[in-house]
């Protein structure tokens, strides 16, 4: 059987009923990124950097995220759980706490193809794919992804501010210049 966007979120949904829904969220992309091409076959391959919606409700959000080689993004929260599955490249997390002058640093975990992060709804962190490929994964939220209140920070501040999609667009943008520039 060929793997379908339908399956993912069905198969998303169902994990939702569970008693630990993000935990059965992480055992679906554990299967899901088992098999990277089939998974690039039903999400499409990737060309640029960008957020792909493949289904987006009020409790349940998945994304195909390509992070452009040497992108980095600010620190920023969800306000809901999180299961990222990478199944191309690597994706770099750095995880910060409040503070009481904005931020601190605590900690960060790779995630290369193959793994899976599981994130609370408190995490607050900033990704980066410092490799020459793309990182590639699937993100599911526990949530509506694209709407709702939430916080980034400045990098050379940490002065909080709301969450700016539109910023974050324009992000990969730029990095997709970059990278074309680099590549032709």
């Known amino acids: 059987m060929t793997l379908e966007v339908d399956d993912i979120v069905s198969r998303c949904r169902g994990a939702l009923a569970e008693h630990s829904p993000v935990l059965a969220v ?11 091409s089939a998974l690039e076959r039903a999400v499409g391959p990737v060309e640029l950097g960008g957020i792909s919606a493949l289904h987006n409700t009020a ?19 969800h306000r809901m759980w999180a299961a990222i599955g990478m199944y191309g490249g690597q994706e770099d997390n750095a995880f910060y706490r409040r503070a009481p ?10 995630v ?21 490929d793309f990182a590639v994964a699937l993100h599911v939220y526990g949530g509506d992804f694209f709407n709702g209140a939430r916080s980034e920070w400045d990098f050379e501040t940490f002065t909080e501010r709301p969450r700016d999609l539109e910023r974050t667009r324009r992000l990969f943008d730029e990095a997709n210049e970059r990278w074309r520039a680099g590549n032709s």
């Not at 998945?62 to 929260?77: D, F, K, N, Q, S």
Request: proline fraction near 8%; glycine fraction near 10%; charged fraction near 25%.
């Open 26 to 36: 992480r055992d679906v992309l554990d299967e899901l990124i088992a098999d990277p």
């Open 59 to 77: 409790d349940l959000t998945i994304l195909r995220v390509a992070w452009t080689p040497g992108m980095v993004l600010y620190p920023h929260e």
């Open 101 to 110: 002058h904005g931020l601190e640093p605590a900690g960060g975990k790779e």
């Open 112 to 132: 290369p193809a193959g793994d899976v992060l599981v994130l609370g709804d408190d995490v607050i962190h900033s990704v980066a794919n410092t490799h020459s």
